[in-house]
């Protein structure tokens, strides 16, 4: 019989605590993996992490998990120029953890320091730093060490004991190199470049920061790293390269909505500008950084974190009295507001409806009112283009006769020297001839003359044969060359007729040098060698 209980017994035990253990398991693992979460988002989005952090909070079933949270969550705040909030949170954290978890113990000891510091309280920062270095010592914890030299370094820039700084903030990028941990790296060489120093050399550790924090995609760090290169090209007198990372670094921060990133980056912004000589923009960046600072810091905020706690507490306690109060006037109206929503609901559908119809209606009517006047302007177009095809025939056909017309004058010319030179040629002849020679002689001239008297007086008729001439001519040409161009058979009627080079420039209005061109096309046109005669080809045409 005792045997038969026992596994009875057994069974009812499990079937009891069996769920309870596996609703611990899940939740524990639910709260882990929000933490991580809030981790990766760190500085990536800090609004997303705190949100994670927060959410692991509450759903933490241990003191560990909770400060764990509320650490991640300080972390976060600080991010995002809470500083205040990021103290108190790290008050709560604090505690809450166990005194044997030195190592979170001196996490919330580091990032408390920094968040005093901030705040303007140098000296309690220091204290702060020195009790989260002790305890990183006695754990012997050197990347840890190393967080706590990079944040000391931080604390002593701010009260301008830069060499201090320095010192410390080498020694954390010394530990950060020789274990590769590129996270702090980057943070290392980003501090170092806080406050003046080796110019050339800051850039360097600026540029690997970025490199490294793009890797990592921590837009947090970016938006810092752009910002002190702005304020190292404001050092170098590079106001241009300045102002532009300082507009990155202004646009990464506001994405993620980071405070203090956007209150150094309007201290750094004022500078430049006041030193191009644009001291309005410089006014505006020092008005938004004054009203951005009174925001995140006041006195009285690093004064009441302790006394603010309680009141949270006491607050709590008040809100849940009003909302149970309030439970019941909600539930009230709760109804009458479902009823004014279905209402208001139909009225914006039956509003929206007759709006689209009425809409569609216009929109009908002026599409056709565009479709009628695209139709005029299309006729106008086409009338338009119609007149002026005219105007560009006629000016071609005048154009055209009056090339025809100063060839036909060319030509005419060129038969006129032709007679004198003929009766030229019988006076010489005359001048050789014996008396009773000459005056046979010169009746032969003189009917010479009247035959070309009689030519001249029918001028019209002659012109008339010439242009029939040229016609057959440029025919001919055409058919041989059918590519040339309009310049080049009328500059082909010209030297047809021996024309020299100064007189068809004179007859056409250009200069020599540009007949001379023309010529050169001419022949390369005409398919012609140079040892080939131009005018002996044209006139065998």
């Not at 646009?251 to 750094?268: F, H, P, R, S, T």
């Not at 006394?307 to 539930?331: C, G």
């Not at 005419?412 to 004198?420: A, G």
Request: glycine share 4%; aromatic share 8%; charged share 25%.
């Amino acid at each position: 019989m005792f045997n038969l209980k026992c596994p009875l017994v057994i069974i009812g035990l499990l079937f009891l605590f069996l769920p309870q253990f596996i609703h611990a398991q899940t939740t524990d693992t639910d709260v882990n993996s929000f933490l991580d979460k809030a981790e990766k988002e760190l500085y990536t989005n800090p609004q997303q992490a705190a949100y994670y952090a927060t959410k692991a909070r509450a759903m933490a079933t241990s003191s560990s998990q909770q400060s764990q949270a509320l650490y991640i969550y300080a972390q976060a705040e600080k991010l995002l120029g809470d500083f205040d909030g990021c103290i108190q949170a790290l008050y709560e954290a604090d505690a809450l953890v166990s005194k044997n978890e030195n190592d979170l113990k001196g996490h919330i000891y580091n990032l408390m320091s920094v968040g005093y510091c901030n705040l303007g309280d140098y000296t309690k920062a220091i204290n702060l730093s020195d009790k989260a270095i002790s305890l990183f010592k006695t754990e012997n914890d050197s990347l840890n060490l190393a967080l706590c030299y990079n944040n000391r370094g931080i604390i002593h820039t701010y009260i301008n004991e830069f060499q201090q700084a320095e010192r410390f903030l080498k020694q954390a990028l010394a530990i950060n190199r020789s274990s590769k941990n590129l996270k702090s790296i980057a943070s290392n060489l980003n501090n170092l470049c806080l406050f003046e120093g080796n110019i050339e050399e800051q850039l360097e550790w600026i540029n690997e920061a970025i490199i490294i924090n793009k890797h990592l995609n921590a837009t947090w760090s970016l938006g810092e790293n752009y910002n002190n290169l702005g304020k190292l090209y404001y050092y170098a007198h590079k106001y241009p390269q300045a102002i532009a990372a300082l507009e990155k670094a202004y646009q990464l921060a506001l994405n993620i909505g980071a405070k203090g990133v956007i209150c150094d980056n309007y201290e750094y912004s004022a500078l430049v500008y006041s030193a191009i000589g644009d001291y309005r923009t410089a006014y505006e960046k020092q008005t938004s950084l004054y009203a951005l600072s009174k925001e995140i810091q006041s006195e009285n905020k690093l004064r009441t974190v302790e006394q603010r706690i309680a009141q949270e507490k006491l607050l709590a306690q008040q809100q849940k009295e009003e909302l149970q109060q309030q439970e019941y006037k909600i539930r009230l109206l709760r109804r009458n507001i479902v009823t004014i929503l279905i209402v208001a609901a139909l009225v914006a559908i039956i509003g929206f409806l007759l709006h689209q119809r009425f809409k569609r209606k216009k929109k009908i009517q002026l599409l056709n009112a565009q479709y009628r006047i695209e139709q005029s302007e299309h006729e106008i177009a086409k009338l338009k283009m119609q007149r002026q095809k005219a105007e560009l025939e006629n000016v071609q056909h005048a154009l055209e006769t009056s090339k025809q017309e100063t060839t036909n004058f060319a030509v005419f010319l060129q038969s006129r020297n032709e007679l004198l030179d003929k009766i030229q040629e019988q006076v010489r002849q005359g001048y050789r001839m014996e008396k009773q020679e000459l005056i046979p002689h010169l009746k032969k001239i003189n009917a010479f003359i009247s035959q070309y008297q009689t030519t001249n007086k029918n001028n019209s008729m002659t012109l008339q044969t010439i242009d029939e001439k040229m016609k057959e001519f440029l025919a001919h040409l055409t058919e041989r060359h059918p590519n040339l161009t309009q310049g080049e058979k009328h500059l082909a009627s010209l030297l047809r007729v021996n024309l020299s080079t100064k007189e068809i420039a004179m007859l056409t209005g250009n200069t020599p040098k540009t007949i001379n061109m023309n010529r050169y096309r001419l022949r390369k046109a005409l398919g012609l060698s140079s040892e080939e005669d131009l005018i002996a080809y044209i006139q065998s045409i």
